[in-house]
């Protein structure tokens, strides 16, 4: 099914994101982005996080981006909500 993104939480959060959350979410795992797959996706290279260097144990294939978000420091995840906000308000 499709994801509900409800106002206004959701309003100033662009349709690239959403998209890139629905792809990690999706039911049919045939059809769910696995972690290289979110890695090489051109709204998450936008965010400048994508460094492989920095990333050994998704550059090695391991499939959990929830890990990836849950281990960034506090700067970066800031980094990343305020992405989502300029782009959202920028209509990306």
Request: include cysteine; hydrophobic fraction near 35%; proline fraction near 3%.
């Amino acid at each position: 099914g499709n994801l509900n993104f409800p106002s206004p939480e959701w309003d100033l959060i662009s349709k690239s994101a959403k998209q890139f959350i629905s792809n990690l979410l999706e039911k049919d795992h045939s059809k769910r982005m696995n972690a290289m797959e979110a890695l090489d996706n051109k709204w998450f290279i936008d965010l400048g996080m994508t460094d492989r260097k920095k990333l050994p144990k998704l550059a090695r294939g391991s499939n959990d981006i929830f890990n990836l978000y849950r281990k960034m420091d506090k700067s970066k995840k800031l980094e990343c909500w305020k992405q989502l906000r300029q782009e959202g308000r920028r209509g990306v």
